[in-house]
């Protein structure tokens, strides 16, 4: 594969990096040796070491980069009922996972000990990740939208959780994900409702 590729005008080599860097990291795990992404990202090992201090460094900002997004995705107008903020803000999670399902893939991933990362750097991650779907929780809860006696943080890691296990098994079905789809099964799991039947397709005359 060729330099790391970003919309819009062509990136820095920081830039590169921390893009070359997600790639890898979705592709191999975070055993990626400095050689695999100075190569990725077209740039010399004294670049690298210019923008970042290590391979950790790097990691941990790619890494903050893609909540950041995720963040953006979450965050919706206080405006409307409660339910109505709920339901923008699982859209949102949603249309993130499904434009971003390998990046989605990278966050669940079960990072093992000897993968080169700090344990300290995975808790807080995952504790960031858990952050933010418990904002969104909260929110709910505190309407009664949602059961208030299920401790939030819980609620949220069995919510993202599942949208992990979900989109991994799109992918071995070799499935595309549909957001909207995603949304509403979300949101049935949250609200404790029924999923709408799909819609019946033409009838077959025998």
């Not at 740039?43 to 290590?54: D, E, P, Q």
């Amino acid at each position: 594969m060729g330099r790391a590729k970003v919309r819009g005008r062509a990136p820095g080599a920081r830039g590169r990096l921390l893009e070359a860097a997600l790639e890898l990291l979705t592709e191999r795990g975070p055993g990626f040796s400095v050689e695999d992404l100075t190569r990725r990202a077209g740039v010399t090992k004294a670049t690298l070491y210019y923008h970042f201090r290590s391979k950790e460094a790097l990691i941990r900002e790619a890494l903050q980069r893609e909540i950041r997004g995720m963040e953006r995705a979450l965050a919706v107008s206080p405006t409307g009922s409660p339910e109505e903020q709920l339901r923008r803000a699982v859209q949102g999670l949603a249309d993130w996972a499904a434009e971003r399902p390998q990046r989605l893939r990278l966050l669940v991933l079960p990072w093992q000990p000897d993968s080169g990362l700090r344990a300290q750097t995975v808790r807080r991650f995952q504790r960031e990740l858990v952050r933010l779907l418990a904002k969104v929780l909260l929110a709910g809860q505190a309407a009664r939208l949602l059961d208030p006696s299920w401790p939030t943080e819980l609620l949220a890691v069995a919510l993202y959780g599942a949208l992990g296990h979900v989109v991994e098994h799109l992918r071995r079905q070799g499935r595309p994900l549909d957001p909207t789809e995603l949304s509403e099964a979300l949101l049935a799991f949250l609200l404790r409702r029924p999923l709408s039947p799909p819609p019946a397709g033409p009838s077959r005359v025998p």
